[in-house]
């Protein structure tokens, strides 16, 4: 059974920190794996996905890579700003058509 | 352009009394859709998924049901609510012939207090 674990489930950092969020999945037969945003009370928004076949993403501040041999994939953030404090979600697919499976999340909040 | 519609945002219901949330998709055909429940200090649990209309597959045993009455259209229900069935209920689509190749898409969620 495909299980996503998520580290650090909390970190804080000051504005302007570059820093990495980890994600580890136990079956490294994976169809693609996303990144997702939450803010409190909130849904979640997609900021990377990362198909099987590809080793990163990279969107502005935002870059994600995939080592499907080893399991992990890490969310790099860039210049850090308060704006960015949220929960950030890594999830698998384990097969084409089947549901995402999710980590706890990492808890971010980055101090002005 | 896609889009995805959950009602209502916030929901506070005794418990013993029954429930009804709906999700539809815009813009798109034969969805794939997904229902998830967060509860508090729990990841994202997956409850129901529908690749068609009428076809609903359960994740978890538990006192809620889904349906899919249109093609795009997903409604999770229970008879009577208990106190456990608390938390924020997502719903999610991807494109069926992707297979979820090109990621899913969440709506806002429905915050469910029952009391």
């Known amino acids: 059974k495909q299980e996503v674990t998520q580290i650090p489930a909390a970190l804080s950092v000051p504005e302007g920190e570059n820093l990495v969020l980890n994600c580890s999945f136990t079956?490294?037969?994976?169809?693609?794996l996303q990144w997702f945003r939450q803010d409190p009370g909130k849904g979640l928004t997609s900021l990377l996905l990362?198909?099987?076949?590809?080793r990163e993403q990279t969107s502005g501040r935002l870059n994600a890579s995939l080592d499907k041999s080893s399991g992990r994939s890490t969310l790099y953030i860039a210049a850090s700003q308060p704006g960015d404090s949220a929960t950030y979600l890594c999830?698998?697919?384990?097969?084409?058509?089947?549901?995402?499976?999710f980590g706890k999340g990492t808890t971010l909040s980055v101090s002005s | 352009s896609q889009t995805i519609h959950q009602w209502p945002a916030t929901l506070v219901q005794p418990v013993g009394s029954p429930l009804s949330l709906e999700c539809t998709v815009e813009?798109?055909?034969?969805?794939?859709l997904y229902w998830y429940r967060q509860a508090a200090g729990r990841g994202l649990q997956l409850l129901f998924y529908?690749?068609?209309?009428?076809?609903i597959s359960s994740e978890v045993p538990q006192n809620l049901s889904a349906s899919r009455p249109q093609d795009r259209q997903f409604i999770l229900s229970s008879k009577k609510l208990l106190l456990s069935d608390s938390g924020f209920y997502l719903c999610?689509?991807?494109?069926?012939?992707?297979?979820?190749?090109?990621?899913?898409?969440f709506g806002s969620g429905t915050r469910l207090t029952v009391v």
């Open positions: 999830a698998v697919i384990a097969e084409a058509g089947t549901a995402l499976i």
């Open positions: 079956d490294s037969a994976i169809y693609n």
């Open positions: 990362i198909q099987s076949s590809q």
């Open positions: 999610a689509w991807s494109p069926e012939e992707t297979g979820g190749a090109y990621g899913y898409t």
């Open positions: 529908s690749v068609g209309i009428g076809q």
């Open positions: 813009g798109t055909s034969n969805p794939n």
